[in-house]
């Protein structure tokens, strides 16, 4: 019985395995570069829509690629991990040369997609994204400090790479709301992760994080994020659909505080999926800013 369900749980095939490795849950994160995009208010322009889309799909072959060469780099510490171990690298399922050569193709195409927006800026965006994450990978994980901000920057460059995409101008306000959301849940994994394996974990920054320092970044992180959002949505915006989306805004931050204390900001994008209130503000604030921005 208990090697027919291991048989069913494993993929069926070495494509299958090689596209799990692959983390296309992960492409959640990609949708920031639709962000900009829709501040400006120009997703409903089929060119400027195309080239985010291309610039999203970019992303996902960029992530995608660096997922499968850090895990064939992190392959003998993530079989000691709980749940990492159950990744198809760790697991077996993916060789080490398979994920290292579909990771090195994939970071290859990735400018190339992006390039395909007719313009040199957008796949020299991605470019310098696969640059920081393979140097993630190879070297600033192990950095203590500096791997929050490399983390939290893949996460800005996304952000960024929606508006070059357009070509519209990123503003002080959204940089820095975008940035310091990024650091707060970047904050928020780690310390998840600190409190479930100890400083003995398989990350090994974490035995350099104090008990209580993930925390104090990322509830500076929040209070710096709620008012820097509120700024701009009621000075920047004479607008009630702005103001009003700072209600959702509020609640999501509040929302990510409790999970992370809870012991469940480990894989935030899945909260983002799998949340129900994390859900519905999110729609909210969606909904309100769209007004705003399009009504």
């Known amino acids: 019985m208990s090697q027919g369900v291991a048989a069913r749980s494993r993929p069926a095939t070495p494509v299958l395995a090689l596209l799990k490795a692959a983390r296309p849950r992960q492409w959640l994160k990609n949708l920031l570069v639709l962000a900009a995009p829709m501040a400006a208010g120009v997703l409903g322009e089929p060119r400027s829509l195309l080239a985010a889309l291309l610039v999203f799909a970019a992303f996902c072959l960029a992530a995608s690629g660096s997922y499968l060469i850090n895990d064939a780099s992190d392959v003998e510490a993530d079989r000691l991990h709980p749940r ?95 940035s310091l959301a990024a650091l707060q849940l970047v904050a928020g994994k780690r310390e998840v992760e600190l409190r479930a394996q100890g400083v003995s ?15 104090q970044v990322r509830v500076m992180c929040s209070g710096a994020m709620i008012v820097t959002y509120c700024l701009w949505a009621l000075n920047a915006h004479d607008d009630l659909f702005y103001g009003l989306s700072i209600i959702p805004f509020l609640l999501l931050v509040l929302r990510h505080n409790l999970l992370v204390n809870r012991g469940e900001g480990e894989e935030p994008e899945e909260l983002a999926v799998r949340d129900r209130p994390t859900l519905v503000f999110t729609a909210g604030l969606v909904v309100l800013l769209g007004l705003g921005i399009y009504a």
């Open 84 to 178: 990492k171990r159950r990744r198809a690298v760790a697991s077996g399922a993916v060789s080490v040369r398979a994920a290292r050569t579909t990771g090195v193709v994939l970071l290859v195409l990735a400018p190339a997609v992006a390039g395909l927006t007719g313009s040199w800026q957008p796949a020299a965006v991605v470019a310098g994204y696969v640059a920081l994450t393979l140097s993630y990978t190879l070297w600033l994980k192990h950095q203590e400090v500096v791997d929050l901000i490399a983390v939290a920057g893949c996460h800005v460059i996304r952000a960024y790479a929606g508006a070059v995409a357009v070509d519209v101008p990123v503003t002080g306000w959204f940089l820095m709301v975008v």
């Open 201 to 215: 974990g398989t990350r090994a920054t974490l035995a350099a994080y104090p008990p209580g320092y993930l925390t």
